[in-house]
T-cell receptor
Framework: NAGVTQTPKFQVLKTGQSMTLQCAQDMNHNSMYWYRQDPGMGLRLIYYSASEGTTDKGEVPNGYNVSRLNKREFSLRLESAAPSQTSVYFC??????????????FGPGTRLTVT | GQQLNQSPQSMFIQEGEDVSMNCTSSSIFNTWLWYKQDPGEGPVLLIALYKAGELTSNGRLTAQFGITRKDSFLNISASIPSDVGIYFCAGQLGETSGSRLTFGEGTQLTVNP
């Protein structure tokens, strides 16, 4: 049971290049999330998928697209990378609980630099 | 949107000391979560709180869900060097899977042996 996995771990892009960050979870969770983490700003939600087949914008969606490929996988795409997208990107998934609450579990992160 | 104010931003303590950090919000939350992030890793869930007034412990960690539902604190007793890291609070407003979390900016903890 690997939990939440992310690839790649590190990436350097030139301005204008595109790339896709991959995320997979093996916990049979319904919901998945993409965050970015910048120094002194905590974690900010980019997009999330409440369940397979649905996606919604988070706090900072501009410049990104997502695909919920199946229940396990949720990818984040940068179509035309910009230096402002230099950040650490975390994928997370949430467990299903009987009570009206949930917890999110995070992957190890992708460190992206755009030059 | 909702904002979480987490304090202090950083702490430098000696091994064996107790630590306290807190989060306050302008909005009411239904759930409070506390995470720890080690350098180069993703956040790891420490404690989850689901009811106003709830006090929950996990080893040397104790967290409370404020009565007003607008705040939460985390205490670490008898700190050790491996407690070093960034601690984040997070609040959840909704009651369904997929509801969004709002994160605090983090408290950077340094423990001197």
């Amino acid at each position: 049971n690997a939990g939440v996995t992310q690839t790649p771990k590190f990436q350097v892009l030139k301005t204008g290049q595109s790339m896709t960050l991959q995320c997979a979870q093996d916990m049979n969770h319904n919901s998945m999330y993409w965050y970015r983490q910048d120094p002194g700003m905590g974690l900010r939600l980019i997009y999330y998928s409440a369940s397979e087949g649905t996606t919604d914008k988070g706090e900072v969606p501009n410049g990104y697209n997502v695909s919920r490929l199946n229940k396990r996988e949720f990818s984040l795409r940068l179509e035309s990378a910009a230096p402002s997208q230099t950040s650490v990107y975390f994928c997370a998934s949430s467990v299903i609980l009987a009570q009206p609450a949930y917890e999110q579990y995070f992957g190890p992160g992708t460190r992206l630099t755009v030059t | 949107g909702q904002q979480l104010n987490q304090s202090p931003q950083s702490m430098f303590i000696q091994e064996g000391e107790d630590v306290s950090m807190n989060c306050t919000s302008s909005s009411i939350f239904n759930t409070w979560l506390w995470y720890k992030q080690d350098p180069g890793e993703g956040p790891v869930l420490l404690i989850a709180l689901y009811k106003a007034g709830e006090l929950t412990s996990n080893g040397r960690l104790t967290a409370q869900f404020g009565i007003t539902r607008k705040d939460s604190f985390l205490n670490i007793s008898a700190s050790i060097p491996s407690d070093v890291g960034i601690y984040f609070c997070a609040g959840q407003l909704g009651e369904t899977s997929g509801s969004r979390l709002t994160f605090g900016e983090g408290t950077q903890l340094t423990v001197n042996p």
